[in-house]
């Protein structure tokens, strides 16, 4: 969500900075308070590229945004393709692993149902019957 944000800001004509702050506004809480830090950082007077390397080193998720960014800082070459294409590969690594989750879904519902679930339907429907042909 955050490459989405930063591919956005960036392709509109926004600066890295700017991008930046448009990602702490509106990206996840969690990434919004690590790239925040990047600014901070940036205001006290550290280079935004300095900045965003040191980030980017003490967080493994973030490292290839905050690196490409960086690079696009220190050369001043244009972040926007390379971000949209970190967005659509971030995208389908989520949808790879809610795919994976997804899957598992079967497993784990098996325990209930065995143990819960054909308890249940046994004792409401099949004792019934059972005990009433065994009265008669």
Request: aromatic share 4%; glycine share 6%.
């Amino acid at each position: 969500m955050t490459a989405d944000v930063l591919a956005m800001a960036v392709t509109a004509g926004l600066t890295p900075y700017l991008a930046l702050e448009m990602a702490v506004r509106f990206g996840p809480p969690t990434v919004a308070g690590r790239l925040e830090a990047v600014l901070t950082a940036a205001g006290g007077g550290l280079c935004l590229a300095d900045a965003l390397d040191a980030e980017a080193r003490r967080t493994e998720v973030l490292r290839p945004l905050l690196a490409l960014l960086a690079a696009s800082e220190q050369s001043g070459s244009p972040a926007a393709a390379a971000l949209v294409r970190l967005a659509a590969a971030t995208r389908a690594q989520s949808r790879r692993k809610a795919m994976a989750r997804a899957r598992t879904v079967p497993v784990r519902l098996l325990f209930p149902l065995v143990f819960l679930v054909l308890p249940a339907f046994l004792l409401l429907t099949v004792a019934p019957v059972v005990l009433a042909s065994l009265t008669h």
